[in-house]
């Protein structure tokens, strides 16, 4: 099992930037990627970002460009940090990962709140 803790939330205005941090513990070694999801008052829960051990990253559209996805690899952690922040990112943001052969985790953390002020 991976443990997963978000942190680094908090209340910006809009243009600014904030980093959000996702410490896992447990069998970290069975994971393939970690990734952040973000849901809004409201609205189902969506894809933002995900890192693969391999190398590669995902972003989704809304976030191309202004995000960015980072893993420490002296540490199971990865990054999210946010720049240019809209107050349509405003959400509560989610960690996860990919457990080999198995795909995104089916159990979430409480995450961590974004709110961007116009």
């Known amino acids: 099992q991976v443990q997963l803790i978000e942190s680094g939330g908090g209340l910006v205005q809009a243009g600014g930037s904030l980093r959000l941090s996702c410490a896992a513990s447990g069998r970290t070694s069975y994971t393939d990627a970690m990734g952040w999801f973000r849901q809004a008052p409201g609205k189902e829960r969506e894809f933002v970002a995900a890192?693969?051990?391999?190398?590669?990253?995902e972003y989704s559209d809304s976030v191309k460009g202004r995000f960015t996805i980072s893993r420490d690899k002296t540490n199971p952690t990865v990054y999210l940090q946010m720049n240019s922040l809209k107050p349509e990112d405003t959400a509560v943001y989610y960690c996860n990962a990919v457990v080999r052969g198995r795909g995104w985790m089916n159990t979430w953390g409480q995450g961590t709140q974004v709110t961007v002020s116009s």
């Open positions: 890192k693969r051990w391999s190398g590669g990253s």
